[in-house]
Structures are given as C-alpha cells and as structure tokens.
C-alpha cells in the first residue's frame, strides 16, 4: 500500500512535515501554533485530530512552537529524547504526553522504524531522524526510508552512511555564505552563530555531501530549511545545477515558509 509524504512548511517562520503509512498518520516537527499547523493540515486534505504522533527534532520554537497548543489533542503521543522533552515540558506542560527515546537508539512507532542519530546545533540535544516504514507481521518487514537532515553546523561522520541507504533526503540549504555576510538585519554574533559549528548548513556545504554520496537509491531529494534573507532559490539552483544534472532523482527546493505536494512513496 502506498505512503505519503508532504513538507507542510519549511524555513525560520516554521518547519514540519507528514508521513502518512497504512497504520499511521505522523508529523516530525510542528514548528507552527497550533491554529496555523490545523490549517496547513486542513488544505492537505487532513487534520490535525487525525494525527498519532508528533516526532520532535529539538526545542526551537520553529520546530515545536505547536506543542503549545497541542493540550486539546490527547491522543497524539509526543516524541522526543530526555532533554528536549524536559525544556517543552518545563515551557508548556504536558507530562503525560512524552514517549521518551535515547538519542542514536532505533524503535517502532506502529508500522514505523525510526532511528535517531544527534546532531550538532544549539539546543539541548538536538537530534536528525530516519525513519524506515514497513508493515508488521511477526516481523517487521522494511520498506522506504527518509531522512530529516536540517539545523546542523556540520556533517557528523554518521550522516554520511546513513544517507546512502535512504530513498528520500529531507537536507537544509539554510544560505548563501555571501548573502548571510551582505546581510544588514543580523548582527555579527548572529552571523557568527547561523555559519559556526552548531548552526545551519549552507548551500554549499549541501551539496558537497550529497555530491560526496551520490547514492543510486535516492528517488526524491527536499532542500528545506531556506533563510528567507540570506538565501534565494537562484542561488539554490546556481549552486546545484551540476548536482542535479549528475543525479536521477528529483530535487525539489522548498522555499521559505512554503510547503510541498505530496509525494507518493510506492
């Protein structure tokens, strides 16, 4: 049977997306209210009261700002590791609502396998998913496999292999280095933050691992994650241009603060 997958909204305004599997309705992040999370359910045909659970990165507001509102939905579990769990619950409180996983442990949610693996950015233990669906017999039969990849400062030395085995790459293209230097609405210590060792990947840096990789099983690549400031689609394009034309798969840039189509994983 087939799954589905949208980017519901992607950039600094907010990120999550839905994978919807036979037994399953999930979002990875819900950086948005809560209201405005409803309706970008509400134009993909779902709703928000349909969802089973809700898969948390870390604890940026542009990631989790829904779990605020999330109290008048009981049914949709929450998960996320200690620490960020903590700071969300601390913030909005929700104790009974946690499904709590070790950062780099492998676990089943349904019809789901899902491996977290950490990730160098500024929250308290910030971490990238990739999630396997599959259907449950006796035994828990693989199919496709997506990964999250975005708010990282730099490639850890995991990322690599774990990006070869996946169909589907969900990357930040967060800037262009010239663009975040031009720009006059940050100051220097942000600058400094967004380019460093826990920030945001650029275009560039993108592009030099999945050219690194260059994996054949990859049928659907996301570049998310876009500075609405310090990053265009031009300068996506640009600096992919090459990539793309090496590569058989698509590649598909989300624009800041925009969405997807949904897209059917066979």
């Not at 913030?91 to 349904?110: A, D, L």
């Not at 990730?119 to 496999?145: L, M, N, R, S």
Request: proline share 5%; aromatic share 8%.
């Amino acid at each position: 049977m087939t799954c589905r997958f949208k980017i519901l909204g992607s950039g600094s305004s907010g990120n999550s997306s839905l994978l919807i599997t036979p037994q399953a309705r999930i979002l990875v992040d819900a950086g948005f209210t809560t209201k405005k999370l409803e309706g970008l359910l509400e134009e993909a045909g779902e709703s928000l009261g349909c969802i089973d659970a809700i898969f948390i990165t870390h604890e940026h507001a542009d990631h989790a700002a829904a779990i605020a509102g999330i109290k008048k939905y009981p049914s949709i579990k929450l998960f996320a590791n200690q620490a960020t769990a903590r700071v969300l619950q601390e913030k909005h409180g929700t104790e009974s609502r946690w499904q709590i996983f070790e950062t780099g442990s492998t676990f089943r949610y349904r019809d789901l396998e899902i491996k977290s693996f950490s990730i160098p950015h500024d929250a308290h233990d910030p971490v990238g998913f990739c999630i396997t669906t599959g259907h449950q017999a006796e035994v828990f039969t693989p199919g496709k496999k997506i990964i999250w990849l975005t708010d990282l400062g730099y490639v850890p030395d995991c990322v690599p292999e774990l990006i070869k085995t996946c169909d589907i790459v969900v990357i930040e293209a967060n800037h262009c280095p010239r663009m975040l230097e031009l720009d006059t609405k940050r100051p220097w210590f942000l600058k400094n933050r967004i380019c460093g060792k826990h920030g945001h990947l650029s275009n560039e840096e993108a592009r030099d691992l999945l050219v690194k990789v260059s994996s054949p099983l990859w049928t659907q690549i996301y570049l998310t994650h876009l500075s609405r400031d310090c990053n265009s689609r031009e300068r996506v394009e640009e600096v992919f241009q090459e990539f793309k034309k090496s590569m058989p798969c698509v590649v598909t840039i989300i624009d800041a603060g925009e969405g997807g189509p949904f897209y059917d994983i066979l």
